[in-house]
């Protein structure tokens, strides 16, 4: 039995809060080829109109749920005082690109539409995600100022995977890296069935040249993972194409990025702070009609 001052038990602790402090609900939305469950999660401590972020899991885009992806809704939710609705997106090789991206755009849509019934502010609106979940994030900025909505506030990436070209992976022996090169290249042999694909901004974000104009950016990565270099070189071609960005890395792996303790607080704070921006004293003193 672990006793209840463990630093085990003591690093734990804020993800168990969690679970008991947000409620859930399922809902369904048409998708690029087939319907997607989402799942929405609301801090039980707040009751008035929230802000919204859309977290995407990992697996590489072949694997992963809603379930791998419940500890950080629920600590998002929670910390970032906002909805979180998670997206159970189409999965390779059944379906294959642009599925998966499209299905977060759906998703996107359906909240901006919904947003009056689900009580949510759709002005106040982020993405988040872990893996290949964090290259679904940034790709939904890149599809979502193409398309002139909706708008984002900001977007947190967690161990993304960015560039199926693999020419920025990091050496996986000298990092002592969880995930190998092979491992990344069969997923995007699944996902991406043609060469030309790895060329597509919404499939390789590195790939594109137009990033100005994306929401601020907080980049999360693991110090023992082939993925880190690839998402800080993005954290650069942001940073001079003018978005704000933070980047911080985690001396962890990439497996335990999407519950690790100290990066769910950093992304929580990051999001706090862009979707409940401080009051000017012009706004707080307006009466409202």
């Not at 001052?5 to 003591?10: A, E, G, L």
């Not at 809704?73 to 991206?101: G, I, K, M, N, T």
């Not at 759709?122 to 100022?145: C, E, P």
């Not at 335990?256 to 707080?284: I, S």
């Amino acid at each position: 039995m672990t006793a209840l001052n463990d630093p085990v038990t003591t690093f734990l602790r804020p993800l168990q809060a969690s679970a008991h402090a947000v409620r859930v609900e399922d809902h369904m939305v048409n998708g690029f080829m087939d319907q997607i469950v989402m799942r929405l999660y609301r801090p039980t401590a707040e009751t008035g109109v929230l802000p919204v972020v859309l977290y995407f899991h990992g697996g590489g885009f072949v694997g992963g749920s809603l379930d791998d992806a419940d500890i950080a809704a629920r600590y998002l939710a929670e910390h970032a005082r906002a909805a979180v609705l998670s997206v159970d997106y189409s999965l390779a090789p059944a379906r294959p690109f642009p599925a998966a991206p499209e299905d977060a755009y759906a998703a996107a849509r359906w909240l901006s539409t919904n947003a009056t019934r689900l009580n949510i502010d759709a002005t106040r609106m982020a993405t988040a995600g872990d893996d290949a979940g964090g290259n679904l994030a940034t790709t939904l900025t890149l599809i979502a100022r193409d398309r002139n909505g909706p708008a984002l506030a900001a977007q947190v990436l967690i161990g993304p995977m960015l560039d199926p070209s693999m020419t920025k992976l990091g050496d996986a022996e000298r990092l002592g890296s969880d995930i190998k090169p092979q491992t990344c290249a069969n997923c995007y042999a699944q996902y991406l069935q043609s060469p030309f694909e790895r060329l597509h901004p919404y499939a390789s974000p590195l790939e594109s040249r137009r990033l100005a104009g994306l929401p601020s950016a907080l980049i999360l990565t693991a110090e023992s993972d082939v993925l880190h270099k690839e998402a800080e070189h993005y954290a650069s071609a942001l940073i001079a194409a003018g978005v704000a960005t933070q980047i911080t890395r985690f001396a962890v792996k990439h497996a335990e990025l999407p519950e690790h303790v100290p990066l769910l607080a950093e992304a929580a704070d990051f999001l706090r702070r862009h979707l409940h921006p401080p009051r000017t004293p012009h706004t707080a003193g307006r009466n409202t009609r």
